[in-house]
């Protein structure tokens, strides 16, 4: 950038940083969302429930499911190339 450039654009910095710190943002929330570790503690503790008796195997089932769901979208979306 040349210093005309940086100086005529200069009005448009808090816009830019503004930007910028949304997209760092935005990382920062993916990167913990599709963090796979929290999944895979449910679903220890979920078995932990099972064979305490804290809760029936229909619903172990089914809390079990959904785990194993998010658990296959996060490693899809580990395996996507970034755009």
């Given at each position: 950038?040349?210093?005309l450039?940086?100086?005529?654009?200069?009005?448009?910095?808090?816009?830019?940083?503004?930007?910028?710190?949304?997209?760092?943002?935005?990382?920062?929330?993916?990167?913990?969302?599709?963090?796979?570790?929290?999944?895979?503690?449910?679903?220890?503790?979920?078995?932990?429930?099972?064979?305490?008796?804290?809760?029936?195997?229909?619903?172990?089932?089914r809390?079990?499911?959904?785990?194993?769901?998010?658990?296959?979208?996060?490693?899809?979306?580990?395996?996507?190339?970034?755009?």
């Amino acid at each position: 950038m040349g210093l005309l450039t940086g100086l005529l654009t200069l009005p448009l910095a808090p816009l830019r940083t503004t930007i910028w710190v949304a997209e760092q943002l935005q990382y920062a929330a993916e990167e913990e969302y599709y963090d796979p570790a929290p999944v895979r503690q449910a679903l220890v503790e979920l078995e932990r429930a099972l064979l305490d008796g804290r809760i029936d195997e229909d619903e172990y089932d089914r809390r079990e499911d959904e785990l194993l769901d998010r658990l296959e979208e996060i490693t899809e979306r580990r395996r996507a190339p970034r755009p």
